[in-house]
């Protein structure tokens, strides 16, 4: 069910996320790393500081509809690649033409959901996120939108959009026995109707929840 919010709530969170990131002081790491998996054998280590990790981001697009404040996923369409099927904010890598990280969150947006955000809707970045796996270092990007948006799929990257409460979400935390190439982890994270939000998503939105209700 939708988390109900008048406007005064919901510009008071959004105040509140734009008040923090315009700082220095954010949950960071401290916050990812109650979001790190615990696997049986050879786990990834998100925080080394000596791998050269390439630049990407993601949009954390928050938005509202039907009194709610709303936030959009995609699950990955099925490739080759290391993040195959997950559940993630769409985004990609920094491409050359990028002018910067914000760019590259806003362009990639908009090839895989068809949604084109301006860049005075951005209220700041979050911590970034080192993804071994795949060499990645992702700074998500937030931007609110204060009307309905409306999506259309890249079928090619992108198999399905979920769009939801944020707030119901949030409070969904949790930690479940999940199968990742063969492997049986412990991984907490984010439970909603169709699915579950582990690794570098559920430390996204762990920062999120941290901003919003500490």
Known sequence: MDSVLSKVEI???????????????????????TMIPIFPENP???FAKDLVLKEAAVL????VENDSLKTVLIERAPDAGPHSGQIAFPGGRREPEDIDLI??????????IGVQVNRDNCIGILTPIAI?????????V??????????????DEVKQIYVLDLIELLSNEKSKKIVVRGMTIDAPGFEFENGFIWGATAMV?????EIIFI
């Not at 760019?103 to 895989?112: G, S």
């Not at 937030?142 to 079928?155: E, I, R, Y």
């Open 44 to 46: 990834p280590d998100y």
């Open 205 to 209: 939105l762990k920062e999120i929840k």
């Open 11 to 33: 510009t008071l969170i959004i105040q509140k996320l734009n008040n923090k990131l315009k700082t220095s002081v954010l949950p960071g790491i401290e916050a990812h790393k």
């Open 142 to 155: 937030v931007v609110f939108v204060d009307k309905p948006l409306g999506f259309t799929l890249t079928p």
């Open 132 to 140: 071994p796996i795949s060499s990645f270092s992702v700074s998500p």
């Open 60 to 63: 954390v697009l928050l938005f």
């Open 103 to 112: 760019d590259t969150a806003i362009r990639e947006t908009f090839e895989e």
